[in-house]
Nanobody
Framework: QVQLVESGGGLVQAGDSLRLSCAAS????????IGWFRQAQGKEREYVAS???????TYVDSVKGRFTISRDNARSAVYLQMNSLKPEDTAVYYC???????????????WGQGTQVTVSS
């Protein structure tokens, strides 16, 4: 069992940066793949990035070179550094934990409540 809490969202201008945090509780956190997903209003939930327990990372093409996912297993935390933000990055961002590295949200069994990111032009 893993509980996840996101933080760090906010309202920024295009070109700005934000760092999202995902704080986890649960003794087996370090064994999970952690993913970041986002859902814009009226759209389906979209995969953003994920990181395995060994630190291997994967990104959706639209954020490559701008976003960086990292994890600190000792602190049971995962971070999403978002640079050069664009208005199309506006969404609610969720972190999720799963056993398999995947872009499919259905394969993640634990989810946080989400944090809103709004990028103005």
């Amino acid at each position: 069992q893993v509980q996840l809490v996101e933080s760090g969202g906010g309202l920024v201008q295009a070109g700005d940066s934000l760092r999202l945090s995902c704080a986890a509780s649960g003794r087996t956190f370090s064994t999970y793949v952690i993913g970041w997903f986002r859902q814009a209003q009226g759209k389906e939930r979209e995969y953003v990035a994920s990181i395995t327990w060994k630190g291997s990372t994967t990104y959706v093409d639209s954020v490559k070179g701008r976003f960086t996912i990292s994890r600190d297993n000792a602190r049971s935390a995962v971070y999403l550094q978002m640079n050069s933000l664009k208005p199309e990055d506006t969404a609610v961002y969720y972190c999720a934990a799963g056993r398999l590295g995947s872009r499919n949200p259905e394969l993640y069994g634990f989810w946080g409540q989400g944090t809103q990111v709004t990028v103005s032009s």
